[in-house]
Every structure is written in structure tokens, then in C-alpha cells.
Nanobody, 116 residues
Framework: QVHLVESGGGLVQAGGSLRLSCAASGSIFSISATGWYRQAPGKQRELVAAITSGGGTNYADSVKGRFTISRDSAKNTVYLQMNSLKPEDTAVYYC??????????WGQGTQVTVSS
């Protein structure tokens, strides 16, 4: 079992920045990749960024150059630094952990609201 806790969401003006954190506990060794997803009202959940256990990263085209995903292995925490935020970035952001097995885990989500 892996338990994920997100934090760092909030209200910010367009052009501002936020840093989201995803702290993992439990069977950390089983995690193969950690991703940030987001879901806006009336829309499907979408991948924002992901980082593998080997350090490889990938980003949605809509956030490239603005968002950075990183990991602090000592703290079992993955971060999403979000800069130059836009109103269209408003969503609930979820942390997801993929494992080497069939299981996947989700955090409870954190709201990010960007005002224009």
C-alpha cells in the first residue's frame, strides 16, 4: 500500500506561482513513477507531468516551459513547481503513484485556482 498526501494548492493571480507537494508513505519501494494529474469542472482528468524512478520526466504540452516536476528521495516527496499560471490551469490537482505491479494509488487532490 502507498499513501499519498498532496499539499500546496490555493488561490493565485494569473502570472503567479505555486508549488505542489506529494508526500508518499508506505511501500515506497514499489513506486515506479509519480505523476501529477488535474481535473477541471466538466473535463476529464489529464496528465500534467510525471517523473519515473529513474528520474525521467514528461510534461503535457500545455505546461511545458512553465511547470517543473522534481523529486526529493530523502523526503519521499514529489514536487510540481508551477510558474506563469493561467486561469486555464484552474483545477483539482491529484498525485498518482504507479507501481511495478498492477496497483496504482491516488491522493485526495488539492485545489488550484488561478484568477484573471
Amino acid at each position: 500500500q502507498v499513501h499519498l498526501v498532496e499539499s500546496g494548492g490555493g488561490l493565485v493571480q494569473a502570472g503567479g506561482s505555486l508549488r505542489l507537494s506529494c508526500a508518499a508513505s508506505g511501500s515506497i519501494f514499489s513506486i515506479s513513477a509519480t505523476g501529477w494529474y488535474r481535473q477541471a469542472p466538466g473535463k476529464q482528468r489529464e496528465l500534467v507531468a510525471a517523473i519515473t524512478s529513474g528520474g525521467g520526466t514528461n510534461y503535457a504540452d500545455s505546461v511545458k516551459g512553465r511547470f517543473t516536476i522534481s523529486r526529493d528521495s530523502a523526503k519521499n516527496t514529489v514536487y510540481l513547481q508551477m510558474n506563469s499560471l493561467k486561469p486555464e490551469d484552474t483545477a483539482v490537482y491529484y498525485c498518482n503513484a504507479e507501481t511495478w505491479g498492477p496497483e496504482g494509488y491516488w491522493g485526495q487532490g488539492t485545489q488550484v485556482t488561478v484568477s484573471s
